[in-house]
């Protein structure tokens, strides 16, 4: 496992985009499953989109047409572009690869007007 290092977020007005990303500071890791995970004040933590060695996406079905996960397995690195913010998008982002698990830092991501 290892700290992942995730940058992006912030505050954008609802309709807006915003991008996050996240890279593994070692080439160590062999993950199988890279992807982001969101929690709202509240809530449980909960997978926004995650994108499979294969290039196979597996979406949220809330964000399905507005969010693109990308990710590159040779360089332990995956993004996630947001459109179409909603108020409701506010949370945490978690960067997650694994298994064995690893996470980011957390990022706050803020849609308001």
């Known amino acids: 496992q290892a700290q992942l290092v995730v940058s992006g977020g912030g505050l954008v007005s609802p309709g807006g985009p915003l991008s996050l990303s996240c890279i593994a500071p070692?080439?160590?890791?062999?993950?199988?499953?890279m992807g982001w995970y969101r929690q709202a004040p509240g809530k449980q933590r909960e997978v926004v989109a995650m994108?499979?060695?294969?290039?196979?996406?597996n979406n949220e079905d809330s964000v399905k047409g507005r969010f693109t996960v990308a990710g590159d397995y040779t360089k332990n690195a995956v993004n996630l572009k947001m459109n179409l913010l909603r108020p409701e998008d506010t949370a945490i982002y978690f960067c997650?690869?694994?298994?064995?698990?690893?996470w980011g830092q957390g990022t706050q991501v803020t849609v308001s007007s």
């Open positions: 997650y690869m694994g298994p064995p698990a690893s």
């Open positions: 070692t080439r160590d890791l062999k993950p199988t499953i």
């Open positions: 994108i499979f060695p294969s290039g196979n996406t």
